[in-house]
């Protein structure tokens, strides 16, 4: 949790004291197995990577098997951001429940210009707790932003201290350049935390680009989802993936958003009043509501479920 001579972000948290805030994130699969790979296994296609360090291995579901699905709680930011000073074991551990980040795992595709796909992926434990520094660090950068105007240089120099990997990504820019790799997310982060070194572009611009980045990076956009158990067709803001979730809810608490939701009824964008719907939940703008379009569709239900039970 957070630590007491930490700067108070109270605008950051809700009343229970929670960083968290409510999204209307999609649910997405949980890996079949995590495991940790030790220093000396080898990575992806057959060669090591050229520093050793920890790295978790996040199995796919087999195609026979139905995947388990990741339903966000409502405080997952604030578990996430955490996992700065975790250990490999716990790191695993939320892995396994939340999925992978899907960010900065094995750069060799990149690097030779061709993508593999395997049965797992790879993903530095350095990597998962630099982007629980990062988001923390973040919300420390735009509080101070808010109430004082006084930047943390800890705050930017957390961001601009990238893992190897990373520093591998920016160190190959020309040659990822060459590759077609111009609108690479992790290609643009990493290349703009290099420019971070500097304090001369430690700014509120920066600031805004790299919550963007942060966005696209868990490829953070709206998604159409039509279940196939016949419910109405609904608009999520999130891919389904543990960093476009984390990523949205980021942004929606620097932008003190409580959430972002369409009306099931009128396809409206509007703020519920106390929190998001759940997953496959109907929900109604104030003036839907007001016009008594909740008891229609619930008289709907009731006697099309009458009707199923009258046929058998």
């Given at each position: 949790m957070m630590r007491s001579n930490e700067i108070a972000l109270a605008d950051h948290f809700d009343e229970n004291g929670r960083l968290a805030t409510t999204t209307t994130a999609t649910e997405w699969a949980r890996p079949y197995r995590v495991e940790i790979v030790d220093y000396s296994d080898p990575l992806p296609f057959g060669r090591a990577p050229k520093v050793y360090e920890p790295t978790l291995k996040l199995f796919r579901y087999p195609e026979d098997k139905a995947p388990y699905v990741v339903r966000p709680r409502v405080d997952l930011l604030e578990r996430f951001i955490d996992l700065g000073d975790a250990t490999e074991t716990q790191l695993r551990n939320f892995a396994s429940r939340y999925g992978g980040l899907d960010v900065f795992g094995s750069q060799e595709y990149k690097l030779k210009g061709e993508l593999q796909r395997t049965n797992a992926s790879f993903e530095s434990c350095n990597v998962w707790r630099y982007f629980a520094r990062v988001m923390f660090a973040s919300l420390r950068i735009a509080s101070r932003k808010r109430q004082d105007g006084e930047d943390s240089r800890a705050d930017w120099e957390t961001i601009a201290t990238v893992p190897s990997i990373v520093?591998?990504?920016?160190?190959?820019?020309?040659?990822?350049?060459?590759?077609?790799?111009?609108?690479?997310?992790?290609?643009?982060?990493?290349?703009?935390?290099?420019?971070?070194?500097?304090?001369?572009?430690?700014?509120?611009?920066?600031?805004?680009?790299?919550?963007?980045?942060?966005?696209?990076?868990?490829?953070?956009?709206?998604?159409?989802?039509?279940?196939?158990?016949?419910?109405?067709?609904?608009?999520?803001?999130?891919?389904?993936?543990?960093?476009?979730?984390?990523s949205l809810q980021l942004c929606l608490r620097v932008g003190k958003v409580n959430a972002f939701v369409v009306c099931s009824h009128c396809g409206r964008e509007y703020t519920p009043t106390q929190r998001a719907p759940k997953a496959n939940q109907r929900n109604f703008c104030p003036e839907c509501r007001k016009a008594g379009i909740p008891k229609k569709y619930a008289l709907k239900d009731y006697r099309e479920k009458q009707r199923s039970e009258r046929h058998g």
């Open positions: 520093s591998q990504i920016a160190d190959n820019r020309d040659k990822l350049l060459k590759l077609g790799y111009r609108d690479d997310p992790e290609l643009h982060w990493a290349i703009s935390t290099r420019f971070l070194q500097k304090e001369g572009f430690r700014h509120r611009f920066t600031l805004v680009d790299l919550f963007n980045q942060l966005l696209a990076l868990g490829k953070v956009r709206p998604w159409l989802l039509w279940p196939e158990d016949g419910t109405r067709a609904r608009v999520v803001y999130s891919s389904p993936r543990l960093l476009s979730y984390l």
